[in-house]
């Protein structure tokens, strides 16, 4: 007997096919049929998961922002202290984003890029996005936190601001990343540059 395909694995098995879509033909590229007939199953399939194309790119947005998020996650938590970083061992973070130029974790970039353009006119598609935007900040302050020289009691309002702006450059990268430039060559280069940039944000207003 044939067994049942589990639903929620069938969900996300489409949404890693649409992601492959997105990376090679653009947001035009996905359609119901066309992540079927890439996902080798029967027609149909796809809209029975996701009855809507606003719903199947949702479902995108989620599936790209938790395996991003699981990665950031597996970063942060082996990211080098000062004196690892000193030592030229690269930080976790760093070493994710170098990552993201190439292979699968470059189709997600492209993905990303993708989804991302076309939130700024779907409402829906933002709020698939910004509902994981804080797990993201926090992942991203303990990062800025550790490659902070002082010690003590951390400004949490200069602490914010720094993560603010790293995760804007770390985006910028990506983007580039998915563009085809490759200026930045590695995780040490990566490295010094948010160091730098961690460094060179003092406190100011908050960022709103």
């Not at 430039?181 to 490295?191: F, G, K």
Request: glycine letters at 6%.
């Amino acid at each position: 007997m044939r067994r049942k395909p589990n639903p929620d694995q069938r969900r996300r098995d489409l949404c890693d096919t649409a992601i492959r879509l997105l990376a090679d033909d653009g947001i035009k590229g996905v359609s119901h049929l066309k992540v079927d007939r890439k996902a080798d199953v029967p027609d149909g399939t796809t809209s029975f998961y996701f009855r809507t194309r606003s719903a199947l790119l949702q479902a995108i947005a989620v599936r790209v922002s938790e395996l991003d998020l699981k990665d950031l996650t597996a970063a942060a938590r082996s990211q080098a202290p000062l004196d690892a970083a000193a030592a030229n061992e690269p930080s976790g973070l760093a070493t994710l984003v170098m990552r993201s130029a190439t292979g699968a974790r470059l189709i997600r970039t492209k993905a990303r890029q993708e989804l991302a353009l076309q939130a700024v006119r779907d409402p829906l598609l933002d709020e698939a996005f910004r509902r994981y935007s804080d797990q993201f900040h926090a992942l991203i302050r303990d990062v800025v936190l550790r490659l902070r020289p002082e010690t003590g009691e951390p400004d949490q309002v200069l602490a914010d601001r720094q993560a603010y702006v790293v995760m804007m450059f770390i985006s910028g990268v990506m983007q580039a990343f998915a563009s085809g430039d490759r200026r930045i060559r590695s995780a040490a280069e990566l490295d010094a540059l948010i160091s730098g940039i961690v460094a060179g944000v003092g406190p100011s207003a908050p960022l709103r």
